[in-house]
């Protein structure tokens, strides 16, 4: 008894600690945009601000179109998003519950697509975008993610998990292909749907690099881009406090979307590890 006692304290404190160590650089962030730029490069650091100070999130909204940089981010994440879930879902239906000739085929090339290194593609994808007049528009950002086949691949073995007997009774009960799928699939599927969501948004939000290949004016760039140019002072010098301050604006929607979904992003590990 004391031996099972000890190793769940023991559990408690291990992960008490790997919680702190992974909130550090949270806290490291917010305590941060708090210190002008002499108190956040110095040396030792000061762990817990002394003085601190609004200035980085003023100077942040006065000398840069913040708000429109967000409406961009959140037009783009929350759209493709959107569009993410629209396809795959539709996609996964066909190879999860549909039998038609060549449908392994299919989704082993799918598979496979995801092993390609998303870099490889920036090129290609760059002329294509480009022949279509895309470039420094956000529908050039986020259609390209719309394809990301990840997401046929989540949901498509999450609903092959679903009984058979269920889209057979429907067919009995007169049911469609498209009935079955929006009135019996969908509403099941909706914890593989969380995690789609929660995957989708927080990737294309982050996505930097990207976004920099695509967008050049300053009023079509993304909360990121856009962070990543106030924030210099010089070619050389950066303001880590605006930096600090820009990254915690940007984190909050990504915080807001997981808390939302994580009942669905919980639920649908669950039940992945009880399927397994």
Do not use: C
């Not at 294509?128 to 993610?145: E, K, Y």
């Not at 948004?201 to 920099?212: A, K, L, P, S």
């Not at 962070?227 to 605006?242: D, F, H, M, P, R």
């Amino acid at each position: 008894m004391p031996n099972k006692k000890s190793s769940l304290w023991g559990g408690h404190v291990f992960l008490w600690v790997l919680t702190l160590f992974f909130l550090w650089p949270f806290y490291w962030m917010v305590s941060g945009s708090f210190k002008n730029l002499k108190v956040a490069l110095q040396i030792p650091p000061e762990w817990i601000p002394v003085h601190p100070t609004l200035q980085n999130y003023a100077s942040l909204f006065k000398n840069s179109p913040v708000f429109t940089w967000f409406y961009n981010s959140m037009f783009i994440s929350l759209i493709a998003t959107l569009l993410v879930i629209a396809v795959s879902s539709l996609s996964a239906f066909a190879l999860a519950k549909i039998p038609f000739t060549g449908s392994k085929w299919l989704f082993t090339v799918m598979i496979a697509a995801m092993t390609i290194p998303h870099t490889v593609l920036f090129i290609p994808l760059f002329q294509l975008l480009n022949d279509f007049s895309l470039i420094n528009t956000r529908w050039g950002v986020l259609l390209p993610v719309v394809g990301w086949p990840y997401g046929v691949f989540l949901l498509k073995q999450f609903m092959a998990s679903l009984p058979t007997e269920l889209t057979e009774a429907a067919k009995i009960d007169g049911s469609g292909e498209w009935q079955t799928f929006w009135h019996i699939i969908l509403p099941l599927a909706k914890p593989g749907i969380g995690v789609l969501a929660i995957f989708t948004f927080v990737n294309t939000w982050n996505d930097y690099v990207w976004q920099v290949i695509v967008l050049n004016g300053e009023k079509m760039f993304t909360l990121p881009v856009g962070i990543k140019v106030a924030q210099k002072i010089s070619e050389l010098e950066t303001n880590y406090g605006i930096a600090m301050a820009g990254a915690m604006f940007a984190t909050l929607p990504v915080l807001i979307i997981f808390l939302y979904f994580q009942k669905y992003f919980t639920e649908g590990i669950t039940l992945g590890a009880l399927k397994g």
